[in-house]
């Protein structure tokens, strides 16, 4: 799992590149969205397009975050979500959760 980090207007996007399961992408994420809050970003956006797939303890990640940056305040949204992710979120039921969206553009201006 790889994580590149890049600014658009007020949001901090987050490509993930890999796989997101446990001992190789939920630690990294965890870490990289804790040193994010604690220098004081709110607006995050996870871009998953590279994301072949993700596993309980990678969802489990991804809910952990949604959960830290909205008691910080902040808002977390995804993009680019494949189908197998799509098709997790909608059994596990959090797709309602997530605001998620198909392009980056709308996802950027959701924020304002």
Request: net charge negative.
């Amino acid at each position: 799992m790889e994580i590149e980090e890049r600014s658009l207007e007020n949001v901090v996007v987050l490509d993930l590149k890999g796989k997101l399961t446990i001992g190789e992408g939920d630690e990294l994420l965890k870490e990289r969205i804790n040193s994010l809050m604690q220098d004081g970003h709110r607006n995050l956006l996870l871009n998953l397009e590279d994301v072949p797939y993700v596993d309980s303890a990678g969802l489990g990640e991804i809910v952990r975050t949604y959960t830290t940056v909205s008691r910080q305040g902040g808002k977390l949204k995804l993009v680019n979500l494949t189908k197998r992710i799509t098709d997790l979120l909608a059994i596990t039921k959090l797709l309602t959760v997530f605001d998620t969206f198909e392009s980056e553009v709308e996802a950027v201006s959701s924020f304002n």
